[in-house]
């Protein structure tokens, strides 16, 4: 496991984070889609991702109706593990309830949240707290005195956001330096080689402001696992072969695809191992969120960081999975510092 320091803080985390959206199977849509798996299933995954090194693990408030959280903070007490030992990263934002005040990134909703949050996880901070989306009836102002006062009370550590467009992010890094308030050291987005719009602007913005990437779905919802073919049969079912929420181009991610078996052949590898080596090669990138239903997949998902790419293996897959080019970019005034 190799480890990085999150964005501009002393925060170490690994580069490879346990993502527990199959915790639980509880709720609506995409959240009782993904996975639901149980106390049992929970402790023995986070018991094989420590084991391999991983420290990160990322969870939501909303995940099953809060029961990720729920079976997280119990595997670690099940499990024996060190809290100090642990980066816990959380959520708030999303509809946790049925009043109108049950949701987005009002003071009164993050104070309600982050208790919630604490009592399910069965810890008094998390390190990492983040607004999962953003909020336009909340000024940003109001978001972050409340978790600059969760920071100042020792419940959270440091915060971060999640989703956000590029101007959001700038804005919500300038709001904070205006009133001195602790920022952003993160924001966790979708990223993967077959959906690479972040590299449009907020990976420029993230590498200029020296802001940590956790990346969510590296797999596009499971479409880079090397199960799914052009013709639309599959190995086995899948999270993508039944619910597919990424939007995405489909005859360019097979192109990638094809790119990807020949090359994990040659590696000895699987194709979803090269996917995820592909982002832990960028730049941008700190920690790259895995989920798995199965061990046999976290294991495989583990094995990513084994993975090595040449500058020509990534240019290679660079050419087939590159963006069209959109302005301004293409006009964008490029210096020649030789």
């Known amino acids: 496991m190799q480890y990085k320091v999150l964005g501009n803080s002393g925060l170490i985390v690994s ?12 709720g609506k849509g995409v959240y009782e889609m ?26 939501a408030n909303i995940y099953a109706e809060g029961r990720s959280e729920e079976l997280t903070g119990q595997a670690i007490r099940n499990l024996g593990l060190k809290r100090d030992d642990l980066v816990l990263a959380t959520k708030v934002c999303a509809p946790a309830g049925k009043g109108v005040n049950d949701q987005g990134l009002s003071r ?20 990492l707290y983040q607004a ?3 909020d336009p009836l909340v000024p940003l102002e109001e978001t972050l005195r409340a978790m600059d006062d969760l920071i100042s009370s020792g419940k959270v550590r440091y915060i971060g956001g999640s989703n956000h467009m590029a101007w959001y992010m700038m804005k919500a890094l300038a709001v904070s330096d205006k009133h001195g308030l602790h920022s952003y050291i993160s924001m966790q987005s979708h990223y ?3 959906t690479r719009e972040l590299e449009r602007d907020v990976i420029p913005a993230l590498l200029d402001q020296k802001v940590g990437l956790m990346v969510w779905s590296p797999l596009c ?12 049969e599959t190995t086995e079912a899948g999270r993508y072969h039944h619910h597919s929420f990424i939007p995405v181009d489909t005859e360019r991610a097979f192109n990638i695809l094809d790119v990807l078996h020949v090359m994990a052949a040659d590696k000895g590898t699987t194709v979803a191992q090269l996917a995820l080596a592909w982002l832990l ?9 895995i989920g798995a239903n199965k061990m046999s997949q976290l294991e495989d998902n583990l094995g990513a960081t084994a993975v ?5 293996e990534l240019k290679q897959l660079d050419e087939v999975s590159k963006l069209a080019v959109e302005y301004p970019g293409w006009i964008a005034y490029r210096r020649d510092r030789g």
Request: charged content about 20%.
């Open 15 to 26: 580069t490879l984070c346990l993502g527990t959206m199959t915790f639980g199977g509880k």
């Open 34 to 59: 993904v996975g639901t798996l149980e106390q049992p299933a929970v402790d023995e995954q986070i018991q094989r991702a420590v084991d391999a090194g991983v420290n990160f693990i990322d969870t």
């Open 108 to 127: 009164k909703h993050i104070m309600q949240q982050v208790e919630a949050s604490l009592k399910r996880l069965q810890t008094d901070y998390i390190d």
């Open 132 to 134: 999962h989306n953003w």
């Open 192 to 194: 993967s080689i077959a």
């Open 221 to 232: 919802a499971g479409l880079l696992s090397g199960k799914y073919q052009r013709n639309g």
């Open 281 to 289: 090669h960028q730049p941008a990138v700190t920690s790259v969120i």
């Open 308 to 312: 090595k790419l040449t500058t020509e």
